[in-house]
């Protein structure tokens, strides 16, 4: 019965531990669920390297590898060193042609070597570059969900991302995005699964929306 199990591999998104997926539940008859973390790249390690690195975090084959936000950047690039049974992009982009404006001027002034990512002990400002939020009322949801604060990762995330260079979706990836999207406005649009009223957190906040349809579509009947 165990060899007859697809694994599904979940890859959270910046600065975030895995414990976004708590509430992602799949039948345990069909599905078994694994977690993946973020490791502390090199300062000058590129994209490719590390999505590379990560693989030797796989154990299967023929697995289901689902990434949120920066994850899902990741996860294209691992795509290409795995062996895939389906690639889920959820609350992130297609390509760098979806990445928002001022992701762009980042580019283009790097800017984006400037940033204050020393200052992310402030879980406010951690939030803001993670979620697109200010902590508000989610003070707790943040602290629980927002661990990874290392600098040399938050520098080296924020340049991949604004400096992330595929040209068009990856052919056989399904993306998933909310309409309510504040990172990443643009990605509702072309071939993708638009979830109303999801926003950047919905991993987090419309689970149950992903526990009813992701065995759908990683069957292919959706």
Known sequence: MTSQLTHVYLMPGMAANPSIFEHIKLPESDYKIHWLEW???DAKE?????????????QHDNIVLLGVSFGGILVQEMSRFLNLKKLIVVSSVKSHHELPKRFKLLKVTKAYKILPTSLVSNIDIL??????????????LYKKYLSVSDKTYLDWAIKQVVCWSQEAPHPDAIYIHGEKDAIFP?????NCIVVKGGTHIMIIVKYKWFNENLPKLIEGCA
């Open 39 to 41: 490791q502390i790249p």
């Open 46 to 58: 590129s994209l490719s390297s590390y999505a590379q690195r990560m693989c030797q975090y796989i």
């Open 127 to 140: 939030a803001k570059y993670a979620f697109g939020e200010t902590v508000k009322k989610r003070v707790d």
């Open 186 to 190: 643009y990605s509702s649009r072309g």
